[in-house]
């Protein structure tokens, strides 16, 4: 059963003057014509710019290829449909028959483009201000986790360059469950790799992150990468 959008506005913590504007945020193409496609539109470049502006300021040393590594790492879609998990806004989400029965409100794309379209509405709601804050309050800690040290590639790639490099098999990345709520769902994923005795595992929200753990399990276990507390 799909929850009021009124609910989901408190949660977040925004009193829409124009709540249908909020409801088309949510609502899905599959529904018809009158759908959040241009809202994602406006969100997403809202969503850009303000993640550069927090980068150019957290970062005042950092090159403009720096830059725009992090934000593309902070602005993809598997970092969107995190952040809707964490707000749960599957529960709220407006989908079409077929999109209902084929589970869309999990799905990572759906998820990502009605966090981007959201961003749309506070900022039409609002102002730019308004909208800015509710995005560094949901990077809050991902911003502040970010090291402009640390290598730019993921773990996966990582590790089959590693791998690569020295003419071993690719790494293969098995589901072994998937537990909780459709909203919350949490993935095990096993890593093997032909150098390492052992299998790793990896746990995470989506199937690519907790592929990701593993992958960083595994750049570990071949001492390529630190324990990271």
């Known amino acids: 059963m799909i929850k009021p959008t009124a609910e989901l506005a408190r949660r977040l913590g925004h009193q829409f ?22 809202l994602e539109f406006l969100g997403d470049s809202i969503l850009n710019f303000v993640i550069a502006e927090a980068l ?22 598997e970092t969107l ?35 981007e379209a959201i961003i749309g509405a506070i900022y039409l709601d609002s102002d730019l ?11 809050e800690k991902r911003l502040q986790a970010l ?6 590639k993921d773990s996966k790639t990582r590790l089959q360059e590693f791998l690569q490099s020295r ?12 537990e909780g709520e459709a909203h919350a769902q949490t ?10 005795k052992e299998a790793t595992e990896g746990v995470g929200n989506s199937r690519r992150q907790a592929e990701q753990e593993a992958a960083k ?9 630190g324990e990271r507390g």
């Not at 150019?56 to 879609?77: H, N």
């Not at 090291?147 to 730019?152: H, I, R, Y």
């Not at 003419?167 to 998937?178: D, N, T």
Request: charged share 30%; with cysteine; aromatic share 8%.
């Open 17 to 38: 003057s124009d709540p249908s504007l909020f409801e088309l945020a949510l609502t899905h193409r599959s529904c018809g014509k009158r759908n959040n496609e241009r």
């Open 167 to 178: 003419r071993e098999a690719l790494p293969k990345y098995e589901l072994l469950s998937v």
């Open 81 to 115: 449909s995190e952040i809707a998990r964490e707000l749960e806004i599957g529960d709220y989400l407006r989908l079409g028959s077929g999109e209902l029965k084929s589970g869309g409100f999990r799905r990572d794309s759906i998820l990502a483009d009605a966090v």
């Open 147 to 152: 090291d402009l040290n640390e290598t730019l």
């Open 129 to 139: 201000d308004c909208a800015r804050g509710f995005i560094l309050s949901w990077y």
């Open 56 to 77: 150019y300021a957290k970062f005042p040393s950092a090159r403009e290829g720096q830059m725009s590594r992090l934000r593309a790492r902070l602005v993809k879609g």
């Open 187 to 196: 993935f095990h994923i096993r890593c093997e790799v032909g150098l390492l």
């Open 217 to 225: 399990a595994a750049l570990v276990a071949l001492n390529i990468e």
